[in-house]
């Protein structure tokens, strides 16, 4: 068995993603300020150890539908599905971004504001930019809070879903570790919802095509977009660019810690640097890809 948890304990620019479905009640789909603030507080440990830390969240589609009363985005035309659902997201990512900032706050540290499509990976000079605001803000001691810009991304720019966004945003700052918080503990061999056999992966060691097939596309939460298979999409973004990838369950928010000290928790994937790995050119074809 290798010591590549021990390990974790060195790393030093950390990204950490939360899903919806992490974020809420279940039952009432409002705001679970306890976790946010448990959240932000592990976070705010983690930063004060001098650690790089950013921050790739969800849920503001979901805040905004709560804040205006909307249930379910029910639409004859596409199109105008899709406005309701980009007016959500704005309205939410506001509030969301305003209990990240008051929360942070209270911790003394300084949150930062990235929204992303596609194109910022896509386009040179967007990506460039990008990369010298993450660096600067890093620089500067402060957490990015960093989601996908879902009031202008549509299907042909949209990156989809937050576990792919997370690694991709891996990649570009160069972190060596990214932490996937989920619904679930980690890899299974099969979905264990439905399966009984399924048996727990606690480490990758190499991402064959068996496993990237291995994925199912259900988090049985009904909540977010991110299921096995865009974590398997996100650990191929992670580990090619350099960076040890671990899912946990965001049950108990305390993981985090527990992670960074070396324990044996969620499923480890290792990172694997492949030189050749090409992020603009792996995220332009990416719905080619999954
Ligand atoms: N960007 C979406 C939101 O903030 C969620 C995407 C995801 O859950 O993967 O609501």
Redesign the pocket.
């Known amino acids: 068995m290798s010591n590549v948890r021990e390990l974790i304990r060195d790393k030093k620019r950390i990204v950490v993603k939360i899903?919806?479905s992490s974020l809420q009640h279940k039952e009432t789909g409002d705001m679970d300020y306890i976790r946010l603030e448990k959240l932000v507080r592990e976070l705010s440990d983690i930063r004060n150890q001098g650690k790089d830390v950013i921050l790739v969240?969800?849920?503001?589609?979901?805040?905004?539908k709560k804040a205006v009363g909307i249930t379910e985005i029910k639409s004859e035309v596409q199109s105008q599905a899709m406005a309701v659902k980009q007016a959500c997201?704005a309205i939410?990512?506001a509030r969301?971004m305003m209990t990240y900032s008051k929360l942070f706050a209270e911790y003394n540290q300084i949150a930062a504001q990235i929204l992303m499509t596609k194109n910022t990976i896509v386009d040179n000079l967007n990506r460039y930019n990008a990369h010298n605001t993450f660096t600067e803000l890093l620089n500067m001691g402060v957490i990015p809070v960093v989601?996908?810009n879902?009031t202008v991304a549509t299907y042909e720019i949209e990156i989809?879903?937050?576990?792919?966004?997370s690694a991709i945003v891996a990649a570009l700052v160069d972190a060596d570790l990214l932490i996937l918080l989920s619904d679930i503990d980690g890899l299974y061999t099969d979905d264990p919802h439905k399966n009984p056999d399924a048996r727990f992966i606690d480490e990758v060691e190499e991402l064959t095509p068996e496993l990237m097939n291995m994925g199912k596309a259900s988090t049985g939460s009904g909540?977010?977009?991110?299921g096995m298979s865009?974590k398997l999409i996100a650990a191929k973004i992670a580990t090619s660019a350099g960076a040890d990838m671990v899912i946990a369950n965001s049950e108990d928010i305390g993981v985090l810690h527990r992670i960074l000290d070396g324990k044996k928790i969620g499923t480890i994937f290792r990172a694997n640097k492949n030189e050749d790995f090409d992020l603009p050119n792996f995220v332009e074809n990416l719905h080619k890809n999954s």
Do not use: C, K
């Not at 969240?57 to 805040?63: E, R, Y």
């Not at 989809?160 to 966004?165: K, V």
């Not at 909540?223 to 991110?226: F, H």
């Open positions: 899903g919806s969240t969800s849920g503001a589609i979901a805040a905004g997201s939410g990512q969301l989601n996908e879902d989809g879903d937050n576990d792919t966004l909540v977010g977009t991110g865009t």
